[in-house]
C-alpha cells in the first residue's frame, strides 16, 4: 500500500516539472476612430470580458487621432487596474496613437507598435471652451504630470513622454523603441505574439508571465450596437440628427394625426441628444439653431416679408459654426454639411410660407364664400324683394338693386341669410 501511494506521489511530482499547455486564449479588439466615451466603453466591456474569461492577454489594436480627455482617463484607468495582461499594439502601417493614443499606448503592460506607424502629439487643446493662457497653463501641467507618472509606473521615457505634452513632439515606431517609449516592434500580431511570449509584467494582482505558446487568437469585433452609437458619435452625423428631429415634430404639429413624422423626429431627437452629451457641444450654439427653427416658423404664423427668415438663416449659420467649439478637427462640423443643411431649411421653411400665404389669399371654393363671383342664371323675374336664381346646380332665392328677367345671366354679389345679392351681367 505504501509503495503504491509512493508510486502515485512520485508520478504527480514529475507532471508537475512540466508546463501545461493554456487554454486561454488571446483576444483582440481594434480601437480605432477618435477617442470618445464609446471607445471607452467598448475597451472597458472587453476588459471585464477578458479578465471573466481568463484570458492570457487582451491586445488593442489601435489607431486614433486623439480625443475626449474624460474618455482617455477612462481607458487608462481601466488598463491599469487589470488583472491580466494588456497589449496596446499601434497598427496596421499608417496608423497612429496620437494625443489621447499616447496615454493609452503608454499606460499598457506592454507597449508595440508596427512598421510605418507614429506616436506623439499629446498636448492638451480646449475642447468646449476657449482657454486663456492660465487655463492652458494648467491643463499642460496637469497632462505633463499625468503621463509622467504613467510612464515611470510602467519604466518607459518620462521625459519624452512630457516632452510630447508641453512640446507636440512625435516618433517614428523605430525612434520610439530607441528612446524606450515603447517595448518592441513587431510586423504582425503572429509576430507581436511570439516576441511577448515569456516576457514577465506587472498586473494588478502581481507578477504575470505571459504565455502565448500554442494558444488561441481570438478576434472580438465591437457589436452592431457599438458600431451605431460610434456612427451617430460623429459630429456631422449629430447635427443631421438633430436637425431631422426638428423637421419631424414640425410635420406632426403642421399634420396632426400623420404618426410617422412625430415617431421618426422623436426618434431623431432622441439619438442626437446622446450624441450631443458624447461631444464638445457649445450650448449657445446649439440655442442659437433653436432659435433660427423659432423664427422660421413665426414666419408662417406672422408675415414679416422675409425678416424672421433671415434672422433664422444667420442664426442656424453662427449656431452651427459654434456647435461643436475644438481645436481638434474630428470634433468639427464640416460646412460642407453647415450650408447644404441651412439652404434646405430655409428653402423648406421658406416653401411652406408660400403656401400658407397661398392659401390664405385664394379665393374660397366651398361653402357660402365659394358661391360668391359665380355666374347663374335667373329662373324668375328677380326685383329687390324676391326671386331665383340657378347658380352651381343650385336653386337659391335671390334679389337685386336692378330689375331682372327671367333666364338673364347673373353673378353673384354677396350671400346674407341663404339668399343671393345679385346683379345682371352687362353685355
Given amino acids: 500500500m505504501k509503495k503504491k501511494v ?34 471607452a466603453e467598448v475597451v472597458s466591456k472587453s476588459i471585464d470580458d477578458a479578465v471573466r474569461e481568463k484570458a ?39 496608423s497612429r496613437a496620437a494625443s489621447a493614443g499616447v496615454f493609452i499606448t503608454m499606460s499598457a503592460h506592454v507597449a508595440a507598435m508596427s512598421q510605418g506607424t507614429n506616436i506623439g502629439a499629446a498636448h492638451p487643446v480646449g ?79 502581481g507578477k504575470y508571465v505571459i504565455n502565448t505558446k500554442d494558444v488561441k487568437v481570438r478576434y472580438v469585433e465591437e457589436g452592431m450596437r457599438y458600431k451605431i452609437l460610434n456612427l ?39 439619438l442626437a441628444f446622446y450624441s450631443l452629451q458624447t461631444l464638445p457641444v457649445n ?26 427668415t433671415i434672422g433664422g438663416i444667420i442664426s442656424m449659420i453662427i449656431g452651427s459654426l459654434m456647435l461643436f467649439e ?15 443643411a441651412v439652404i434646405m431649411t430655409a428653402l423648406f421653411f421658406s416653401l411652406t410660407i408660400a403656401l400658407a400665404v397661398k392659401a ?16 347663374g342664371t335667373a329662373k324668375t323675374d328677380i326685383s329687390s324683394k324676391d326671386g331665383v336664381v340657378f347658380v352651381h346646380g343650385e336653386i337659391w332665392k335671390a334679389w337685386s338693386d336692378e330689375m331682372i328677367k327671367a333666364e338673364e345671366k347673373v353673378i353673384v354679389d354677396r350671400v346674407e341669410n341663404l339668399r343671393l345679392k345679385v346683379h345682371p351681367i352687362i353685355k
Avoid at 480625443?67 to 477612462?74: C, K, T, V
Fill in 6 to 39: 509512493f508510486f502515485v506521489f512520485l508520478v504527480f511530482s514529475v507532471l508537475l516539472t512540466f508546463p501545461f499547455p493554456s487554454n486561454a486564449d488571446i483576444i483582440v479588439i481594434k480601437a480605432n476612430g477618435v477617442v470618445n466615451p464609446v471607445m
Fill in 56 to 94: 492570457e492577454a487582451l491586445v488593442i489594436e489601435l489607431d486614433t487621432p486623439g480625443g475626449l480627455d474624460a474618455s482617455m482617463r477612462i481607458i487608462v484607468k481601466r488598463i491599469l487596474a487589470s488583472e491580466i495582461p494588456i497589449i496596446v499594439y499601434v497598427s496596421p502601417g499608417g
Fill in 127 to 205: 475642447i468646449g471652451e476657449k482657454m486663456d493662457k492660465t487655463m492652458s497653463e494648467k491643463a499642460e501641467n496637469d497632462a505633463a504630470s499625468y503621463i509622467k507618472s504613467i510612464a515611470e509606473k510602467k519604466g518607459r521615457n518620462a521625459k519624452w513622454a512630457e516632452d510630447a505634452v508641453r512640446k507636440s513632439i512625435s516618433a517614428t515606431e523605430a525612434e520610439a523603441l530607441k528612446m524606450n517609449v515603447i517595448d518592441m516592434v513587431s510586423a504582425d500580431i503572429n509576430s507581436l505574439l511570439a516576441d511577448i511570449h515569456g516576457r514577465t509584467v506587472e498586473t494588478l494582482t
Fill in 232 to 270: 451617430i458619435s460623429d459630429p456631422n452625423v449629430a447635427y443631421i440628427l438633430l436637425l431631422l428631429g426638428f423637421y419631424g415634430i414640425f410635420f406632426e404639429f403642421t399634420n396632426p394625426g400623420a404618426i410617422f413624422p412625430g415617431v421618426f423626429g422623436a426618434i431623431s431627437l432622441i
Fill in 283 to 308: 450650448y449657445a450654439g446649439l440655442l442659437l439653431i433653436i432659435l433660427g427653427i423659432i423664427l422660421f416658423l413665426l414666419e408662417i404664423k406672422i408675415i414679416s416679408h422675409g425678416i424672421l
Fill in 326 to 340: 475644438s481645436p481638434s478637427p474630428f470634433f468639427k462640423l464640416s460646412l460642407k454639411v453647415i450650408l447644404p
Fill in 360 to 375: 390664405f389669399r385664394r379665393k374660397p371654393v366651398t361653402g357660402m364664400e365659394g358661391l360668391i363671383g359665380l355666374e
